[in-house]
């Protein structure tokens, strides 16, 4: 159940990006809380009972849709919360705005 639930959840996250690529959703609605993926931090899904009985080839799958949807969460967050956080972190920026504006007056 984890896995389809957090495939779905990259699915859906996907669809978002496209719909705001293909301009049917605007950017600030696309990286609303309700379009965003719902885990922020990054954390192994705890083990449960009886997941060593789980056929290998399970395991595995479990194994590379974890490492997907941690792939998109991280991708979420750099393009939704790493933008200001860059920009308000960043000397080099921070320089070129002020020599432009100071080129420009």
Excluded: C
């Excluded at 194994?63 to 972190?89: H, P, Q």
């Amino acid at each position: 159940m984890r896995l389809t639930t957090r495939l779905m959840q990259v699915a859906s996250w996907l669809l978002v990006q496209r719909a705001m690529r293909e301009g049917e959703i605007p950017m600030d609605e696309a990286s609303s809380e309700k379009y965003r993926l719902i885990a922020r931090e990054p954390a192994p899904a705890p083990a449960f009972a009886a997941a060593d009985e789980l056929p290998e080839a399970l395991k595995a799958l479990m194994l590379k849709g974890a490492a997907i949807f941690e792939r998109v969460r991280r991708l979420d967050e750099t393009m939704y919360d790493g933008e200001a956080a860059a920009e308000n972190a960043n000397p080099v920026s921070d320089q070129h705005a002020r020599l432009a504006a100071a080129f420009l007056r």
